[in-house]
């Protein structure tokens, strides 16, 4: 019986060493997790703006608005009819020249 009892003893130490400090033990599996918190969060913001990247796309094929803000926006363009005015502030006029 003390044979068996020191066994089983020896068999716990062991199965606990290795649960704690083995391949695929606990330490390995936490980290594992930690990256995979990383990789579904880096998933999300993906996915996001793929969202964002679809939605405009339909956007510029559906309806003109979109293209003329863009060519307005990027571009700097205006319609034929309309008049251009830039102000300039003081305030930036005064960094740039320093």
Avoid: H
Avoid at 35 to 46: A, C, F, G, P, R
Avoid at 59 to 68: F, Y
């Amino acid at each position: 019986m003390k044979y068996i009892n020191a066994i089983l003893i020896v068999l716990l130490v062991l199965l606990q060493y290795r649960l704690w400090y083995g391949t695929g033990g606990l330490p390995e599996l936490w980290a594992l997790e930690e990256v995979k918190k990383s990789k579904i969060q880096d998933t999300n913001e993906l996915q996001e703006r793929n969202q964002a990247l679809v939605a405009e796309v339909v956007d510029l094929k559906e309806g003109l608005d979109a293209i003329e803000e863009r060519a307005r926006d990027e571009m700097g363009m205006i319609k034929t009819d309309e008049t251009f005015f830039q102000i300039i502030d003081n305030a930036s006029l005064n960094t740039n020249n320093k």
